[in-house]
């Protein structure tokens, strides 16, 4: 999603973009045509880096593409990596590609830049929040005493989450995306906001936060809950993934605690300052992206040049790529018998 809002900005903005991924789903790919008008390439032979203006690059996609000299390279390409954990090779930061190439990292929390610059990165960091897209932002709406209408967002949900959704079935509408939900569907700024509360975690939370919407923090690493003055220094330190406090509770428990303490919900949404809510707006980091310090692309590829360690991380970025690419074929495989035997 994060890639998918930074090519809608840019998109806006009169850019021509191009997407690469390793792999297009048929939803992102639906996506792209929609927002974009274009069909994301997965042939990593097609991408020059330095053709294009600007390059934003995760999951360590970067040693995959060519850096040769050619006719149409320009003068400076800026080159932005997104890191959006500190858990996974690729996540991870420190490599020789991103000392040799990249302007500026872009983290999405603040205790993932901090892991950047434990592991070795020089390169300059910007926390961008998990920030949120301008479309979601709105003022306080009035919200009911109870919760009528309950968003969940998730792609891990929880046993006792699922038990919890069951109890709440019996005095609200429920609607799940991800998890159990048998399509896929991104999540909208018409979606949050018509609902009274959303179940999530991750950057749903920011989509909430910044339509004021109440939120609830928990998911299969536990959570916080409801957000207050107390919990959400916390919370957001650990980008909202529940594993601030990893507080496990039972299924009766967290029905009843978010029907109990909904109005702490709401009251948080309401208190937040338009101010404190400009940290999650995302426009403001991607305009500052494209007016950040570049080096020039002569500069870049001698310190490729430079780097011992290249030839070894082509040939771990290639094999991810291989290994990703067979583990969604045997998936592909076992729906489809799955689907035959049924």
Known sequence: MVALEWATHFHALGYEIC????????????????RLGITPTDDS????????????AQHQVL??????????????????????????FMESGGWAYERALADAVFA??????????????????????????????RSHF??????????????????????????LKRSAQVQVFGGTATTSTLVCPEII????????IGKTVQYALASRT???????????????????????????????????LSAERLAQEILDQYGKGVAFARASTDRWLQTFRLEPYLEAAA?????????????????????????????????????ERSAKLVHKFLVNSA
């Not at 997407?19 to 929609?34: D, I, P, Q, V, Y």
């Not at 999405?108 to 897209?133: D, K, Q, R, Y």
């Not at 919200?143 to 046993?159: E, F, G, M, Q, Y």
């Not at 906001?193 to 999530?200: E, F, R």
């Open 214 to 248: 109440p939120v609830y923090v928990y998911g299969h690493f536990g959570g916080p809950g409801y957000l207050d003055p107390e919990n959400i220094e916390r919370a957001h330190r650990f980008s909202f993934t529940g594993r601030c406090c990893e507080r496990p």
């Open 108 to 137: 999405n929390s603040a205790l993932t830049a901090e892991h950047l610059l434990s592991v070795g990165v020089t390169t300059p960091i910007t926390v961008f929040h998990n920030a949120a897209p301008n479309a979601f932002f």
């Open 45 to 56: 032979s097609q991408i020059r880096p330095f053709t294009y203006d600007l390059v934003y």
């Open 19 to 34: 997407l690469f991924a390793n792999s297009a789903g048929r939803t992102m790919a639906k996506l792209a045509a929609e």
């Open 193 to 200: 906001a018509a609902t009274d509360l959303v179940i999530s």
């Open 142 to 167: 009035d919200k009911p005493a109870t919760p009528r209408r309950i968003t969940v967002v998730s792609n891990h949900l929880d046993p006792d989450v699922l038990g919890a959704l069951e109890i």
């Open 291 to 327: 007016t950040l310090p570049a080096r020039s692309n002569d500069e870049k590829r001698s310190a490729l040049k430079r780097e011992k360690m290249i030839p070894q991380e082509r040939l771990m970025a290639e094999h991810a790529r291989e290994n990703y690419l067979a583990v």
């Open 63 to 88: 040693p995959l593409f060519g850096y040769d000299e050619t006719a149409e390279d320009l003068q400076t390409t800026r080159i932005i990596i997104g890191r959006l954990s500190r858990r996974s």
